[in-house]
Each structure stands twice: as C-alpha cells, then as structure tokens.
C-alpha cells in the first residue's frame, strides 16, 4: 500500500533533509511524496530524483491558501502532511483550532505553538525555571543605555519571532544597537539577552500524549555563508557533532513540559529546543522550534529518524515502540554539509588527518 505524504516549503533544507529521511526508511512502492512550496523558484519543485510531484501552494499570508491545499491534498489523495515554514505551522494550528485540517498532520495546540513562535512570550513562561538567559522585549523607544545597564556589555540582540538567525546581533556598546536599528528601519520586535559564548545545542523531543517516546541531541559548530550574516549565524549548519547528552535531553523536557503546563494541556508533537551555553558552559534554552531543523537528516543518517518516526505515527496512531527511545550515537559523529552538498556523515577514525 502507498501512502501519499504531502511536504511544505521544499525550497528549503529542513523539508528536504525529511523528505531524504523518509526515502531512508520507505520503498518507492510504499511512499508517494509530493513536494509543494509557494516560489516557483524553490530548488525542491524540481527534483524530481526526490518527489513523485511537485506543484505550488501558494503563501499561507495569502486569501486563497486553503482553497490551493484543499485542492491538491483532494487531488493527490494525500494521506498526511509534513508542514515545515513556521508561518505555515501557525495557520495549520489555526486550521486544527477550527477542527478542520484537510489531513493527518502533528500540528501542535494554537496555544502552544504562540507561545513557542514568540520567543518572549516563551522566554517569560520559563523564567522561573532556571532555563533560559535574562532577555528583554526591545523596542526603537527603549534607551539603549539601559539595555546595557540591566543586561551588561556584549549581549545579544536578534527577531522575537521566527528563525533564531534573523536580526540578531551581537551589541558590545550602545552605539552599536542604535547603528543596527537605523540600518534594518523595519525591522521590529526585537528581543535582547544575555550573550552566550559557549557552544550551541539542538535537543530533538517527540511527545505522544503526554509522554516523551523519542530524544536525540546534537551540536551546530560551523555554519554555511557565517561571514555573510553580521552575527557569524546563518541560520543553517555546515558541520556540527552527534551527541549523547541525557541533562539536555533532561532541560528539554522540562522546558516544553512547562510551556504545555502553562496552558493546561499535555505535551503532544514534535519539537526542537536550542541551547547555547552561558560563561559558565551552562546550557541556557534561546528558543523552541515548533518543527524539525535544518540537520534533521543527520539525525536519521545518524539512526534517529525522527521524519519516520512521525511517519509512523500518523499512518499507524502509535509508534511501533511506544517505550521511551533515547537515540544514541556510536562514536558521537560529525556531520558536514557544504553549499552545493547534501549533508553527510564522518566518523573521527574517518577524518583525513595530515
């Protein structure tokens, strides 16, 4: 039996390393995968090596967004959806809040997903759990002295909502802040934190009704284009470790556990929770993700599927081991993408040394 597994936004990495995970675990006979995205000009639309069929969707900004995806999911008889854009998550969860999705999809609570999107909102929900960096909401009215003062000198500037690379900054004085803001004049809602100097973590959780079934942690050391971006950060990572690591599996559950006891419900999806570590090399949480990341296909070539893991789950209603699974990696692996290669995974006895 072939499933039709419908996946957004494939211009991106993300929905193309899920996709590449999928393919992993399923024969062509089993798996139809349809890749949609609202630019034409999406590198995923023709690969075809990769998907069964690729059309636009359209913007979920856009008046007629449902109309477009009720059409093709009715079209390509689509069994379950991979929604990946964060923008287009929202409106799913909207759509969910309706009772209404147009199919099988983990979408997390309308809620929940605010709460995670907006990195303030989700900032002051963990405040009192020892868990994430002091931060303030930041505005173009906000004296960039104080910022200093209450902060101290470097701290970090960057978007409330969205991708954890945009607008961000690092501001050692505050000229600096001041120059940002008059160079980006629309960008707004700004958040400053606390600068964390030490190394940057990505801690995948899969929450069945409650219960935390599936964990796997890992490293961003280098990323594509850095000296592009003025923060050093792009947003995608060039190489980066497999890790073992149960305390940030531990402050992971802890975090999402908070935010879902926060607005009363159980922990139900799939998440991403980033870490860097503070001057002390403490891990403190700068954001939760409410989708895979860009490296996720490390994760499955590394053993920790977690593409088909919720594959399984929306095809079957439960997870073939419903017992709690902490991945572990043999030997804790690099894995090193470049701009024009797929990523990839090496061993240390596998480096080319000298």
């Known amino acids: 039996m072939t499933t039709n597994v419908l996946i957004f936004g494939v211009g991106g990495p993300t929905p193309l390393g899920i996709a590449r995970s999928l393919r992993l675990k399923l024969q062509p006979g089993e798996l139809r ?3 949609v995205d609202g630019d034409c000009f999406a590198p995923g639309l023709y690969k075809e090596e990769l998907f069964d069929v690729t059309c636009l969707n359209g913007f979920a900004r856009e008046g007629n ?4 995806v009720e059409e093709i999911v009715e079209r390509e008889r689509i069994d379950l959806a991979f929604v ?3 923008g287009e998550v929202l409106a799913w969860s909207e759509k969910q809040a309706q009772g209404n999705l147009p199919c099988k ?3 997390p609570k309308l809620d929940v997903a605010r709460s995670m999107y907006d990195k303030m909102a989700c900032n002051q929900i963990l405040e009192s759990t020892g868990l994430v960096p002091a931060t303030l909401a930041v505005d173009r009215d906000f004296p960039e002295s104080e910022i200093g003062e209450r ?3 470097p701290y970090w500037v960057r978007k409330a909502e969205g991708a954890g690379a945009i607008g961000a900054l690092k501001i050692d004085k505050a000229q600096d802040l001041r120059n940002w803001l008059t160079m980006n004049p629309a960008m707004e809602g700004l958040i400053a934190s606390e600068f964390l100097p030490g190394r940057n973590y990505a801690c995948k959780v899969l929450y069945v009704d409650g219960r935390l079934c599936r ?3 890992g490293e961003r050391i280098t990323y594509l284009l850095a000296s592009a971006a003025p923060s050093g950060v792009s947003g995608m990572c060039a190489r980066g470790r497999l890790l073992n690591d149960p305390d940030l599996i531990r402050r992971s559950d802890q975090a999402v556990r908070a935010v879902f006891d926060h607005h009363g419900q159980p922990p139900h999806g799939m998440f991403t929770v980033d870490f860097k570590e503070d001057s002390s090399g403490v891990p ?3 954001e939760i993700n409410i989708r895979h990341v860009s490296f996720t296909h490390a994760f499955a070539l590394g053993g920790a599927n977690f593409a088909y893991d919720t594959f399984e789950l929306l095809t079957q209603g439960e997870l073939s081991t419903s017992d709690y699974v902490e991945y572990h990696f043999e030997d804790e692996p690099h894995f090193i993408r470049g701009v024009d290669s797929e990523i990839f995974i090496v061993k240390d006895q596998d480096l080319v040394r000298g």
């Open 105 to 107: 999809s983990l979408i």
């Open 33 to 35: 995968l349809i890749g």
């Open 284 to 286: 403190k949480l700068t």
């Open 84 to 86: 990946v854009p964060e």
């Open 65 to 68: 967004y449902w109309e477009i």
């Open 151 to 153: 902060l101290g000198y």
């Open 215 to 217: 964990a796997a942690c």
